[in-house]
Every structure is written in C-alpha cells, then in structure tokens.
Nanobody, 123 residues
Framework: QVQLVESGGGSVQSGGSLRLSCAAS????????MGWFRQAPGKEREGVAA???????RYADSVAGRFTISQDNAKNTLYLQMNSLKPEDTAMYYC?????????????????WGQGTQVTVSS
C-alpha cells in the first residue's frame, strides 16, 4: 500500500520561502511520476510541479522560476522548494504519485494522494 505524507507547510509573508516534503512508502514501481498539486478555497485542484523516475521535471507557468521540485531516492522523499511566495500561492498542497514515467500535471491520472499540508502567504 502506497502512503504519502506531506510536511513543511506553514504561514509566511509575501516574498518568503518554504520547503515542503513528501515521505513515500510502499512504492515498488520502477517507473513513476510524482507531483505537487494545490487547491485554494473555492478553486479546483491544480498541478504545480512534477518529476518522474527519469529525473525530468515540469512546472506550471504560475510557479516556474520560483518553485523547484526534487527527490531524494535514498530517503524516498519528494520536495518542493518554494521561493518568492505570493498571496496567490495560498492553498492546501498535496503530494501525489502515479505508476508509469509519463510526466504530467493532470491530476486525474494520479493514483495515490497524501492528506495535504496548508501553505498560507500573507501580504
């Protein structure tokens, strides 16, 4: 059973930084894609960044140049470094994974989800 547990959320002022972590367990697939998604109140969940087993990365236009996704395979942990945060980045952030190395930000094709961690950016 795959389990994903996020941590690292919190409250920060505009322009600040946060690093989210996602600890993965039970994952036995050699090919995968993992991603970060976010959902603000009243809005649909959207893809933020993704990385696959080949190390390729993809970012939403809204975060490109500010956010960096990375992974530590030895620790089975996914990270999202968020810099230059803006109030519009405020949301619940979710870690997700899917079987297969197709690099995508399409939430409908992800198989496993964490419970989320809240990020609040004040102006």
């Amino acid at each position: 059973q795959v389990q994903l547990v996020e941590s690292g959320g919190g409250s920060v002022q505009s322009g600040g930084s946060l690093r989210l972590s996602c600890a993965a367990s039970g994952y036995t697939y050699s090919g995968y894609c993992m991603g970060w998604f976010r959902q603000a109140p009243g809005k649909e969940r959207e893809g933020v960044a993704a990385i696959n087993s080949d190390g390729s990365k993809r970012y939403a236009d809204s975060v490109a140049g500010r956010f960096t996704i990375s992974q530590d395979n030895a620790k089975n942990t996914l990270y999202l470094q968020m810099n230059s945060l803006k109030p519009e980045d405020t949301a619940m952030y979710y870690c997700a994974s899917r079987v297969g190395a197709w690099l995508t930000l399409n939430k409908s094709v992800f198989d496993y989800w964490g419970q989320g961690t809240q990020v609040t950016v004040s102006s």
